[in-house]
């Protein structure tokens, strides 16, 4: 059986470890923990200048993560958690359950920020990815891709944040145009998918033309592949932005370290790690700037972005706006 | 009698567990939620696509699956029982695996598109109702043709050879022996699938394309990590349940008991193949489409991934060391389960025997999402749930593969009973001296069977353990997914061929062990 020692090997790992040092509980997404993430070498950064123990516990994604901490309670043994994005972030204060974060500090946003409980850690610009190949000449907005007869993936907005993020983008930028967007999208949507994976999936096999993705997503294909052939076509009216942040569990028992860690998030160490494995821009640019090849990517000229409030106040109808005009 | 007791209270101690793992969690959902609404008009569409849809995949599953299992039964070829396993494979792969599979076949970019293009014709589509039926038979077809596999060689070989001797025709066989099987294990099957198809989600939406294809499972999602609505979340999982209950009530009703009386255990020899060349080749042909139909997206898995498996990184390779160990857990407790609920089953009678084999289905139509966040909330009290992450997935899919293990071991049973319970009897074999030396014996082959399904399937499972998020190490389905989502498409498709090999290996092992003795 090995169970019994799997399980006493687990109990028995961290009473040791926590003799004498602090340990400090990071509740984050699944696909930052994972060995191809952030997680491992954020761990290491930080352990060596903290006197503690990091343990970061991933959950799903940024939605999950949050359903799972309101599942908990103030009984959490969360003490920081890191992920949750803007689409989210009014219904985590909402719940009560973080405390005030008391860091200022400059970042490097195409936004002002301004929140008392979030600080962000990274942030992207949605986007459609194609393959310069196969696509060369892509669509310049969502009008143009309605007159095309290009075949996209997207993801779901139920169970996906990227799939949500496209409602907000197509809300941001076409207000109360945004049924008639989707109604004219809707026979260029090959399928919808559960999550970012299966979309770029669909993508990367050749199943569709374009896949609702990042625009940094090339970056992955030109650094880690050395292939050049994928890019984010620029749309006019301008990208929605998904900005990822962090935030402490008011019922946290480590508020000293929790802080020293939001402090070390913003700083080179953390934040130079950020672009190679999370594949997304550094909330605040280190001293070495991004690394070669994010000179390539696609920069939007305007970037669209709701306040936690108005995200909040915008998604149900948007959602419906959504569903009626995909379900015909 | 003592001898009725303790089957009786293995069975329920079992019952137990299963009712707790369901309606337990669902309970502990419900009570944490907060304010209670009605379902709208939306969740309601969502309950009429999930019937249609898994209605009619479920028929067309189980019919297919007739002349295929028919042909595999009477007929004997080299490489027959390598077949046999392979054609299981589509059931045991992880739907994210299977349905790239099934794309590079049936997709815009896929083999029979390609073909089409040649001659100037437009690519297959295949995203929608169609699509979702599609990937359903390809995985249910495998199912549906095993259980009734199993039906075929369960009439006694005496039989065939007294058909034989008494010059039946081919419908005399059909109307006398095959039909009464049919009638037997049809039910069954078409339950089975119909509530598989019930609660799948990923398939479903990526394939049905859009939400024009939402199920009650993907409704159920929505409330709990959308709307963090978990009164809604509760609501819809008892509306999944009630569907499931009728469903269950009407397959069972129309089940026939057994009636084939002993038999000697001989091998199934056919006397009645001989002379037909015709029919030879019609089983020939059915053969052969479904192996082109279940094979050829399997191969082209393997295909783009078979290169790639020697350069997986080490975390890949400890992930499946992981999962084999969940896998071999989750397969002693589904054997367990199934024996002790079996036997209950089987010496209970009446409404207590189709009480509990109505139990035995239960996990089948539970929501996995419902089960994961019902247990964390029952559990999180108590104890870490990230120490729980593996435990919990083995026994979930125990439970999980209970109902197939139920079904493929309860025929075997009941006739080991009838036809040799009455000689056990006057022998006075009791307890376990009568399940050594008469049930087990004659439950070698279904339990192998259903050994390697609830190893091959708790390989592949990655529902309930997402919010466990355990900590010391992931199983290879979520590294699997770790892959995708972090752009590793190669390293990917390696992993998805070494989560088939090993799923398979463990399917063979069990199956094959299951029917070392016997000539098929």
Redesign the interface.
């Known amino acids: 059986?090995?169970?019994p020692v799997?399980?006493s090997?687990?109990?028995l790992a961290p009473a040791m470890a926590t003799a004498d040092t602090p340990t400090l509980t990071v509740y984050t997404y699944?696909?930052f923990v994972?060995?191809?993430?952030p997680g491992p070498a954020v761990r290491e950064a930080f352990e060596a200048i903290c006197d503690c123990r990091l343990?970061m516990?991933?959950?799903?994604d940024g939605?999950?993560l949050?359903?799972?901490l309101?599942?908990?309670g103030a009984?959490s043994?969360a003490d920081v958690v890191l992920g949750l994005d803007t689409n989210l972030t009014a219904?985590a204060a909402e719940s009560g359950l973080f405390a005030p974060h008391g860091i200022a500090a400059e970042f490097d946003l195409p936004v002002a920020w301004e929140d008392d409980l979030f600080l962000p850690f990274d942030w992207g610009y949605f986007a459609f990815v194609h393959d310069r190949e196969r696509l060369p000449e892509p669509p310049g907005s969502f009008a143009e891709l309605i007159d095309s007869d290009l075949?996209i993936a997207i993801q779901?907005?139920?169970?996906s944040t990227p799939g949500l993020g496209l409602l907000m983008w197509i809300k941001a930028a076409h207000g109360d145009d945004a049924p008639a967007i989707w109604e004219g999208l809707?026979p260029r949507?090959?399928?919808?998918?559960?999550?970012?994976?299966?979309s770029?999936?669909?993508f990367?096999?050749?199943?569709?033309d374009m896949v609702l993705s990042y625009t940094t997503?090339p970056a992955?294909?030109l650094i880690?592949e050395g292939d050049a052939s994928k890019a984010a076509a620029e749309f006019s009216e301008g990208h929605y932005m998904q900005v990822e942040v962090a935030g402490i569990l008011e019922s946290s028992d480590q508020q000293d370290l929790a802080r020293e860690f939001l402090e070390f998030m913003l700083s080179d160490a953390f934040q130079e790690i950020i672009p190679t494995t999370n594949?997304m821009y550094p909330a605040v640019l280190p001293e070495d700037g991004l690394p070669d090849g994010f000179d390539t990517l696609m920069v939007p000229e305007r970037a669209l972005l709701f306040s936690a409030d108005e995200a909040a106040a915008q998604r149900d109808a948007a959602?419906a706006e959504?569903?009626a005009a995909?379900?015909? | 009698m003592t001898g009725r007791i303790w089957p009786l209270a293995g069975g329920s101690a079992v019952a137990l567990i299963l009712l707790i793992l369901s309606f337990g969690s669902l309970g502990a959902v419900a009570w944490?939620a907060e304010g209670w609404g009605g379902l709208g008009p939306?969740d309601w569409?969502a309950v009429r696509f999930t019937l249609t849809q898994a209605m009619v995949s479920a028929v067309l599953s189980v019919a297919l699956a007739v002349p295929v299992a028919r042909a595999l039964a009477r007929r004997c070829f080299p490489g027959r029982g390598l077949l046999i396993t392979l054609l299981g494979a589509p059931f045991i792969l992880p739907t994210?695996v299977a349905?790239?599979g099934l794309?590079?076949v049936f997709?815009?970019?896929g083999v029979i598109s390609a073909i089409l293009g040649w001659f100037g014709l437009p690519p297959l589509q295949i995203?929608g109702f169609v699509g979702v039926v599609l990937a359903h038979v390809f995985f249910n077809l495998p199912l549906a043709t095993r259980l009734l596999l199993q039906g075929w060689l369960a009439i006694p070989s005496e039989h065939f050879r007294l058909a034989a001797a008494l010059g039946f025709s081919r419908r005399d066989v059909f109307r006398h022996l095959e039909a009464p099987m049919l009638r037997e294990m049809m039910p069954g099957a078409l339950l089975v699938i119909f509530l598989l198809c019930l609660t799948s989600?990923?398939v479903a939406?990526?394939?049905?394309?859009?939400?024009?294809a939402t199920t009650v499972e993907?409704a159920i999602?929505?409330a709990?990590?959308?709307d963090?609505d978990l009164s809604k979340a509760a609501l819809l999982a008892l509306v999944q349940f009630g569907l499931c209950a009728l469903a269950a009530a009407l397959a069972l009703g129309v089940a026939l008991p057994p009636g084939f009386g002993a038999g000697l255990d001989r091998p199934v020899i056919r006397h009645d193949m001989g002379r037909a060349p015709g029919l030879a080749l019609w089983d020939g042909v059915m053969i052969g489409l479904a192996a082109a139909f279940l094979l050829l997206p399997l191969g082209m898995i393997v295909l783009r991934g078979l290169p790639l498996v020697a350069g997986l990184?080490a975390?890949v390779w400890m992930a499946a060391g992981r999962s084999v160990?969940v896998a071999l857990?989750s397969v002693l407790l589904c054997i367990g389960f199934a024996l002790a609920l079996g036997l209950a089953i089987e010496r209970a009678g009446g409404v207590v025997s189709r009480g509990l084999e109505v139990v035995g289905m239960v996990s089948l139509a539970a929501s996995p999402l419902v089960i994961g966040?019902g247990l964390?909330?029952l559990t999180?009290?108590l104890v870490?749930p990230?120490?729980l992450a593996?435990?919990v997935t083995?026994l979930v899919n125990a439970a999980m593969a209970l109902p197939f293990a139920l079904r493929a071991i309860l025929p075997a049973l009941r006739q080991a009973e009838a036809s040799q319970g009455r000689l056990a009897d006057h022998l006075g074999l009791t307890g376990w001296t009568r399940l050594r030396l008469v049930i087990l014996p004659r439950l070698r082959r279904p339990l192998g069977f259903a050994a390697g399904l609830a190893g091959a399937l708790s390989m592949g499972d990655l529902g309930v353990i997402?919010?466990f998020?355990e900590?010391?190490g992931?199983t290879l389905p979520?590294?699997l997914?770790?892959?995708?989502?972090?752009?590793?498409?190669d390293d990917?498709a390696g992993a998805a061929v070494l989560l088939l090999g090993l799923s398979l290996l463990i399917f063979w092992a069990f199956d094959r062990g299951g029917r070392a003795h016997a000539a098929t």
């Open positions: 059986m090995r169970y799997l399980i090997a687990a109990l699944d696909s994972s060995d191809w993430g343990e516990v991933g959950t799903g939605a999950a949050l359903a799972r309101q599942l908990e009984r043994p219904r075949s779901d907005p139920r169970s809707a949507v090959l399928t919808v998918t559960r999550g970012w994976s299966e770029y999936g669909l990367t096999s050749g199943e569709v997503s992955y294909h880690a594949w959602l959504w569903l995909l379900s015909r | 944490r939306a569409a994210l349905v790239m794309l590079a997709g815009r970019n995203y989600f990923a939406l990526t394939l049905g394309g859009g939400p024009r993907l999602y929505q709990f990590r959308f963090f990184p975390p160990a857990a966040t964390f909330i999180f009290p870490d990230a120490r593996l435990p083995a997402v919010l998020a900590r010391e992931a979520l590294q997914y770790r892959l995708m989502g972090a752009y590793r498409s990917a």
